[in-house]
């Protein structure tokens, strides 16, 4: 078999077979295949698309190139989630201390932010003491103890991935279905849990763009689930608008107690309770509605806040600094920003926001940068409400003075806004549950 064959057949929008796929992902984890002819192989592939049997087979040698976990000795409880990430998305500080009160257990893996989008493990070692590494014994001992724990991702799971995922990054070769379902579907794999519930995002500050890229995203990911004998369920989300009032690392864990103390901003509660439901769904195998009633009686009960602190504590964290929560919003610096305008606020974009988060200092511009944990974007508005002239629509947080009065990040903020005469049409939170 030789690569330059494989490409050529890609390249004429053939079919590749199970072995020709296994000759690519092995050559090219054992270096016997190069960078560039696995480019060109990734070009071919955006362009041509994959069928759902190539896909499956990716999504396989994908996964086998490293380890897999076994999560059997916790039973078939087992239940992950996965953002296809976003702006202001914290859910995943939420929904797992809600799913993990009500029995589920949740061993889950995350990652970092990632250009103007933000990661989980950032947010969770933004309290000091928080431990994102444990050793296998400890992740699965945690999650039969208290029914949760949150890494980062293991350097031996899915290393295909890692290396197909920098090559895309920088060949334009991300947005391709079958590469996006293969890359998410080989790690939710690897990862071990029996019920997977996947939030895909539809929007500006999303990879997909259109509710029909994101419901073809959705079916080939629940295709590859069904495929390994996994339970798979599609939330497509909105993801035009931040999700939520915060952006940042601290204010969205403020955020995120806020949701799990029974108040928050709505569309973060509608759709950390839409997951919450399809996980304990999925994992119980319950009706929907039963399986809401259960999670609203969680969260106002306080036992899902409880869990929380819980959970917090065993992976090392000072909950001290969280139990007062208007610690989380104490940065040195704070600048209110002020609307210019009367009327309706009918745009607030996501990767506008996002990336005023960043220049505050919430995110790396390059791998390895420092993250100001303080730094954020707090708004006073959301999409659709009424606001006057001179009235507060956001609070940008830093630990610098220079950062917090830049006129970038201004500039980059009312960029984000629009206000409009006429209230906006609402905006639709969840487009579809797919299974
Ligand atoms: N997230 C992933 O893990 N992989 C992709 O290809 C895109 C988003």
């Given at each position: 078999m030789r690569i330059y064959d494989i490409i050529d057949k890609k390249r004429q929008g053939k079919e590749l077979s199970h072995e020709e796929i296994e000759f690519v992902i092995s050559g090219y984890m054992n270096s016997e295949i190069q960078d560039y002819q696995v480019s060109a192989l990734l070009m071919a592939i955006c362009i041509?698309?994959?069928?759902?049997?190539?896909?499956?087979?990716?999504?396989?040698?994908?996964?086998?190139?490293?380890?897999?976990?076994?999560?059997?000795?916790?039973?078939?409880?087992?239940?992950?989630?996965?953002?296809?990430?976003?702006?202001?998305?914290?859910?995943t500080l939420i929904v797992a201390p809600i799913v993990a009160s009500?029995?589920?257990?949740?061993?889950?893996?995350?990652?970092?932010?990632?250009?103007?989008?933000?990661?989980t493990i950032d947010k969770l070692e933004s309290i000091s003491g928080f431990k994102t590494e444990l050793s296998a014994n400890e992740f699965i001992s945690q999650v039969e103890k208290i029914g949760l724990a949150v890494i980062q991702q293991s350097e031996n799971l899915v290393p295909a991935d890692k290396r197909l995922y920098a090559l895309r990054d920088v060949t334009a070769t991300i947005e391709s279905i079958p590469l996006i379902a293969s890359s998410i579907m080989s790690k939710k794999l690897a990862s071990g849990s029996k019920s997977i519930v996947l939030d895909v995002k539809v929007g500006s500050g999303a990879f997909m763009k259109t509710i029909e890229n994101a419901r073809a995203l959705a079916n080939a990911m629940i295709d590859i689930g069904k495929s390994f004998g996994r339970n798979v369920t599609c939330i497509i989300s909105n993801m035009d608008v931040p999700l939520g009032l915060c952006v940042g690392n601290k204010t969205e864990l403020w955020e995120a107690i806020e949701v799990l103390s029974g108040r928050g901003e709505k569309n973060l509660k509608g759709l950390c309770f839409t997951v919450s439901a399809s996980m304990i769904s999925s994992a119980f195998n319950v009706d929907y509605n039963q399986a809401r009633k259960m999670v609203e009686d969680a969260v106002f009960s306080g036992s899902a806040l409880a869990r929380f602190y819980e959970w917090i504590e065993a992976q090392g964290g000072d909950v001290s600094e969280i139990k007062d929560s208007s610690l989380l919003l104490n940065a040195k610096y704070k600048r209110e920003l002020y609307s210019k305008e009367s009327g309706y606020i009918s745009r607030l974009d996501a990767q506008k926001?996002?990336?005023?988060?960043?220049?505050?200092?919430?995110?790396?511009?390059?791998?390895?940068?420092?993250?100001?944990?303080?730094?954020?974007?707090?708004?006073?508005?959301?999409?659709g409400d009424r606001v006057e002239c001179g009235e507060l629509v956001a609070t940008f947080y830093s630990s610098s003075e220079e950062l917090v009065n830049s006129d970038e990040a201004c500039a980059m903020f009312f960029e984000a806004l629009s206000v409009s005469n006429e209230k906006p049409k609402e905006q639709t939170l969840i487009y579809e549950i797919l299974k």
């Open positions: 041509n698309s994959m069928t759902k049997e190539e896909t499956y087979h990716l999504t396989k040698a994908m996964l086998h190139s490293g380890e897999v976990l076994s999560l059997s000795t916790l039973g078939d409880k087992t239940v992950d989630k996965h953002s296809t990430g976003g702006i202001g998305d914290k859910t009500l029995g589920a257990k949740v061993a889950k893996m995350s990652g970092r932010g990632l250009g103007f989008t933000g990661g926001i996002g990336t005023a988060s960043m220049s505050l200092g919430a995110g790396r511009i390059k791998k390895g940068d420092k993250i100001d944990y303080s730094a954020g974007v707090v708004l006073s508005k959301s999409y």
